[in-house]
């Protein structure tokens, strides 16, 4: 019985496969939206990989130079690839939301270890054992991987840096200490909780050219909350007329997913006309 009810069913659907005409494949190529380059830092004594997405038209005009936004957490398996997507769309002639930007992602090799300063905390210590090096990581992007980026690729002097969590914290670190080092600074989410919030003790050293400063958090605790409008206040008691300074609350998101929106938001306040 089974057997006929299946031979009808093969007669009936027959028909309907012979009938549709499926489409020839004619090529098929890889898509790629950028490169991954493997540096050899003599800074942090080991192989680093940067991944770079360049702007649509980069190779069609052999003059025109781009500011470079540099992406911490930038593996392609990180933040890398949305971000690259929102500057390709933020870029656009009929958004002219960002300009036509190269994005430099940093891929992570031990990201405790790179983006936090030594902690007194005992449980710091405890919980990250290998903290403590941001001071190297932040030689390496200064005096390693800015250059090779600049020498690599035509870029302009304005340069935006962009850190979630850990990598806010160490964005902060640079923010408040070697402020030049960077245009624009998006920060989102940063873990002030280290060290027993000492960063926010720290003195912000004196800003010497125009600078945009955005500073986002979602529903993530008082701790996380209090610290991140703490750090805005800060920085925008010190600002002068050269100075931007923005923050949202991300009332509807959580700690993992606030960056998409915040780094869409931030480029519109910094950058949009």
């Known amino acids: 019985m089974l057997q006929k009810i299946l031979s009808v069913l093969l007669l009936l659907t027959c028909p309907l496969l012979f009938g549709q005409e499926i489409p020839i494949k004619i090529s098929e190529t890889d898509f790629t939206i950028g490169k991954s380059i ?9 192989t680093r990989t940067i991944n770079v997405y360049l702007p649509l038209n980069y190779h069609k005009d052999s003059l025109k130079q781009y500011p470079v936004i540099y992406l911490l957490d930038g593996s392609k398996d990180e933040d890398f690839i949305h971000v690259s997507g929102i500057v390709q ?3 656009f002639s009929w958004i002219n939301m960002v300009p036509e930007s190269i994005v430099v992602g940093i891929g992570n090799v031990d990201r405790k270890r790179d983006f936090t300063y030594p902690s007194h905390n005992k449980l710091d210590q405890k919980e990250f054992p290998t903290a403590g090096g941001s001071q190297d990581f932040i030689r390496f992007l200064e005096k390693e991987l800015k250059p090779f980026i600049f020498a690599s690729y035509r870029t302009t002097d304005a340069s935006t840096i962009i850190g979630q969590s850990l990598g806010g914290l160490l964005a902060t670190e640079i923010l408040l200490k070697n402020p030049a080092l960077f245009t624009n600074y998006i920060i989102v989410s940063p873990s002030l909780w280290w060290d027993d919030e000492k960063l926010l003790t720290q003195h912000p050293a004196p800003y010497t050219s125009r600078k945009s400063i955005y500073i986002a958090v979602g529903k993530e605790g008082e701790v996380m909350e209090r610290t991140a409008k703490e750090l805005y206040t800060k920085i925008a008691k010190n600002k002068n007329e050269d100075i931007q300074v923005f923050f949202e609350f991300f009332e509807d998101k959580t700690h993992g997913d606030a960056l998409h929106n915040a780094v869409y938001n931030a480029f519109e306040k910094i ?3």
């Open 89 to 91: 769309f933020g870029s």
């Open 38 to 46: 493997n540096i050899k830092s003599a800074i942090l004594k080991e």
């Open 271 to 273: 950058f949009k006309p």
